[in-house]
């Protein structure tokens, strides 16, 4: 079995930065993957992440320590569209399994 | 060059009737996911297909199935079905299992059962 935790929502100001913690115990792991969802719409993927460290990609970077079962997803200058719920996924064994999301909004 | 492609966008079925749901990945991509994602709920993890072959299944009942075709494209199949499977139903395609660096999703099917 699975088990993927992050917290449910998360409230931050334009312009701020908010991190997203994501906690996994799954056997196999081969990979963890962030992303974005906008209500009524389909995820957008963000990053991958297989080795530990940091991946930067412009206002977003992912890091991972496979060995504490942890990633996090950093928004950089967020702005008002960055407001939608962001999923954490874990690769193991033949499957993508989900956490349940966390759900950011951006306040002037 | 086009992205995953589900179809029908909306689906509205009966109680007991079956259901059907399609979906064609990205060009050269060889895996298909299936998900669904009932409202305000999270991704639920449903079928893997890689080179047509079933690689695994979620905790659904068997009358969840689908299969994968020769040219990558899958059909998700739902018989008997209830109110509850009411939800958005998510396709997803990669590259093979063992080159799995991204996977992206296509625009959904929604399904309602009246």
């Known amino acids: 079995g699975q088990n993927i935790d992050q917290p449910t929502e998360m409230t931050a100001t334009e312009g701020a930065i908010v991190q997203i913690n994501c906690t996994y115990q799954?056997?196999?792991?081969?990979?963890l993957f962030w992303y974005q969802q906008h209500a009524g719409e389909a995820p957008t993927f963000l990053s991958y992440?297989?080795?530990?460290g940091l991946e930067e990609k412009g206002r977003f970077s992912s890091f991972l320590s496979r060995s504490k079962g942890y990633s996090y997803l950093l928004l950089k200058e967020l702005q008002m569209k960055d407001s939608a719920s962001y999923l954490c996924?874990?690769?193991?064994?033949?499957?993508?399994?989900f956490g349940a999301g966390t759900t950011v909004t951006v306040r002037a | 060059e086009a992205g995953v492609t589900q179809s029908p966008t909306h689906l509205i079925k009966t109680r007991g009737q079956q259901a059907t749901l399609r979906c064609s990945p990205i060009?050269?991509?060889?895996?298909v996911y299936w998900y669904q994602q009932a409202l305000g709920l999270g991704l639920q993890f449903l079928l893997w297909?890689?080179?047509?072959?079933?690689?695994n299944r979620g905790n659904f009942p068997p009358r969840f199935s689908g299969r994968q075709f020769p040219n990558y494209s899958s059909e998700l199949n739902v018989n008997a079905l209830e109110l509850e499977d009411s939800a958005l139903y998510l396709c997803?395609?990669?590259?093979?299992?063992?080159?799995?660096?991204?996977?992206?999703f296509g625009q959904g099917t929604r399904l309602t059962v009246v």
């Open positions: 997803a395609s990669s590259l093979g299992v063992s080159r799995l660096t991204e996977a992206f």
């Open positions: 799954t056997s196999g792991f081969n990979g």
């Open positions: 992440n297989v080795l530990d």
């Open positions: 996924a874990v690769r193991h064994d033949y499957k993508l399994s």
């Open positions: 060009s050269g991509h060889t895996s």
């Open positions: 297909y890689d080179e047509g072959e079933e690689r």
